[in-house]
């Protein structure tokens, strides 16, 4: 079992920044691939940000070139976002997730609103 603690959500204005926090309970970032996913008012849930173990990346078409996922090599991962949108709002959620096992934190709401 894993838990994971996300940290760093808020109220920005649009075109700011903020940058999002999670930390495992334990080391399994060198074998588990490391995801942010966001779910918006009366949306589904959708990937943003996945970093491998390999430190392979990919993100969703709407955040690429705004956001960035980054990890160490023991427990924490990081999602920096950058000139924020409105669209941007959503309850974030970090994601571990290795062969069948799949882990999520309990969500950081982010709100980008002027």
């Known amino acids: 079992q894993v838990q994971l603690v996300e940290s760093g959500g808020g109220l920005v204005q649009p075109g700011g920044s903020l940058r999002l926090s999670c930390t495992a309970s334990?080391?399994?970032?060198?074998?588990?691939?490391m995801g942010w996913y966001r779910q918006g008012p009366g949306k589904e849930r959708e990937m943003v940000a996945i970093i491998g173990p390999g430190a392979t990346l990919r993100y969703a078409d709407s955040v690429k070139g705004r956001f960035t996922i980054s990890r160490d090599t023991s427990k924490n991962v990081w999602l920096r976002m950058n000139n924020l949108k409105p669209e941007d709002t959503a309850v974030y959620y970090c994601?571990?997730?290795?062969?069948?096992?799949?882990?999520w934190g309990q969500g950081t709401q982010v709100t980008v609103s002027s």
């Open positions: 994601n571990a997730k290795y062969g069948a096992q799949s882990y």
């Open positions: 334990r080391t399994v970032f060198n074998s588990y691939f």
